[in-house]
């Protein structure tokens, strides 16, 4: 009897001859490889007498999936019609970006769409669109970004002080904020998410905590930013309790970085397996709840969002303890996730890829460009939106159109007209690639309502 464990082992012990015996070999090869072949089958053999104790357990979950229930893998058909949506701002977005929510609700697990007005084409769903489906996850239709998210934090400091103290200030963006691959905190903090059940049960986190314990406090590439500038509240009645006037702010764009993306990568992988699609919407595999891979991916999915959360929170506090003030006041939401809300009535799952959630009364921020202002906003609570709005003024050009079009000297440009001081971002991320955030804002007044701005002075991001 040689050490590796095979197919006919399992046979011998009674399991049944379908699938059941990949998924256990490909399991045991992939995360048991080391254990003794003795053990493995001891414990097989608990699975096969008492198989409901096993269910949702790491490596035995899928192995009881495919023997009491194992999830049916068969091609799907769009339907010939669209469920019912609605486009904001119609006019300023592209056509593929349209077409793209097109497919999207032709797929049977569709209930309900929507277009922000600072949408664009995007991979699977466009950016910008939103989603309810029945029970089922589309990972594409979060994007590889989980949790990507914005963070505003206001302090009780005048906004003159940008102004007198702009070099400090450039200082300490330059010298404690991390960005892209490479860079890393040399003082790295612990925080309480690295304590979490997922990080041992699920098998592909338990590889990856490490890193994320390496890239906390750091921020991703492309777009991603940490910026002070001038917070203006205009809305006396505000949740946060801040009187009308001008504050010095701190706001940060970034996600999941190498946890999120590892996440997206598997379990795309996974759904486009077990969810074949025709070719054009293939990107919109999903993975349904009531599977294991649909519950491990859920799982998966909220610790990133935390896990990104847990990234804004110690780039603030590193920050806010350089400044030497308390916080007044902080404003955060996701844009890249999927949530569990009712949809008229009925409990759907909606993905918001590049959208923020505006529920009735919930707070978010939606940025413009480095030289244009974000919005602090409420929610109205929008069916027709699906609760949602738009997640920033949305790309004009793309980054190779930007690399063709634009110049240093034109970007250097525009920095100096807005009083604005910029470390490190490329061409690609230049303000002319946006489209006009008060346009947009314009297109969505029945979305959400403004209680103040947020204009950059002093941004960085990755070289």
């Given at each position: 009897m040689g050490n590796k464990l095979k197919g006919k082992d399992l046979i011998k012990l009674g399991f049944p001859k379908n699938n059941s015996i990949n998924i256990a070999l490909g399991q045991i090869n992939r995360y048991r490889k080391k254990e003794k072949k003795e053990r493995i089958l001891e414990e097989a053999k608990q699975v096969l007498l008492e198989p409901e104790r096993f269910q949702g357990n790491a490596i035995w979950g899928k192995v009881v999936e495919g023997l009491i229930k194992p999830v049916e893998v068969r091609f799907h058909q769009l339907k010939n019609t669209r469920a019912p949506f609605t486009i904001y701002g119609e006019n300023e977005i592209d056509d593929q970006a349209k077409y793209q929510l097109y497919d999207a609700l032709k797929l049977p697990i569709a209930v309900q769409g929507a277009l922000m007005p600072d949408a664009h084409s995007g991979y699977g769903l466009p950016i910008g669109g939103v989603l309810a489906t029945d029970n089922v996850v589309i990972p594409y239709g979060v994007g590889v970004d989980i949790g990507c998210r914005m963070c505003l934090t206001i302090y009780p400091i005048k906004a003159s002080y940008l102004k007198g103290k702009r070099h400090q200030l450039e200082n300490i963006l330059s010298e404690h904020t991390k960005f892209g691959m490479r860079e890393t905190h040399k003082i790295k903090h612990d925080h309480e998410i690295f304590e979490r059940t997922e990080f041992k049960d699920i098998p592909l986190l338990k590889r990856l905590k490490i890193k994320a314990f390496q890239q906390l406090g750091t921020s991703g590439g492309g777009n991603h930013f940490v910026e002070f500038g001038v917070v203006n509240i205009t809305e006396p009645n505000n949740e946060f309790n801040v009187p009308v006037g001008e504050y010095v702010g701190l706001l940060t764009h970034s996600g999941s970085r190498g946890l999120g993306a590892n996440i997206a990568k598997h379990y795309t992988y996974l759904a486009t397996k077990q969810c074949p699609l025709p070719k054009n919407v293939q990107h919109l595999a999903w993975l349904d709840l009531n599977t294991h891979d649909g519950q491990e991916y859920w799982l998966a999915m909220n610790l990133a969002g935390d896990y990104a959360k847990a990234c804004h929170d110690d780039i603030h506090k590193r920050i806010g303890k350089l400044l030497g003030a308390k916080p007044v006041a902080k404003i955060e939401n996701h844009h890249n996730f999927a949530w569990k809300e009712q949809v008229n009535g009925i409990e759907r799952i909606v993905h918001r890829k590049g959208a923020t959630p505006a529920n009735k009364g919930q707070l978010g921020i939606i940025p413009g460009s480095m030289t244009a202002p974000g919005y602090i906003v409420r929610g109205l609570g929008n069916t027709g939106s699906i609760n949602s709005a738009s997640h920033g003024a949305g790309r004009l050009f793309s980054r190779r159109k930007c690399k063709e079009k634009f110049t240093n000297s034109e970007i250097k440009h525009q920095l100096?007209?807005?009083?604005?001081?910029?470390?490190?971002?490329?061409?690609?991320?230049?303000?002319?690639?946006?489209?006009?955030?008060?346009?947009?804002?314009?297109?969505?007044?029945?979305?959400?309502?403004?209680?103040?701005?947020?204009?950059?002075?002093?941004?960085?991001?990755?070289?």
């Open positions: 100096k007209m807005n009083d604005v001081s910029l470390i490190g971002g490329g061409i690609d991320e230049a303000p002319m690639a946006y489209k006009d955030i008060k346009k947009v804002m314009a297109n969505q007044q029945e979305l959400v309502e403004v209680l103040g701005t947020f204009t950059p002075k002093i941004v960085r991001m990755d070289k």
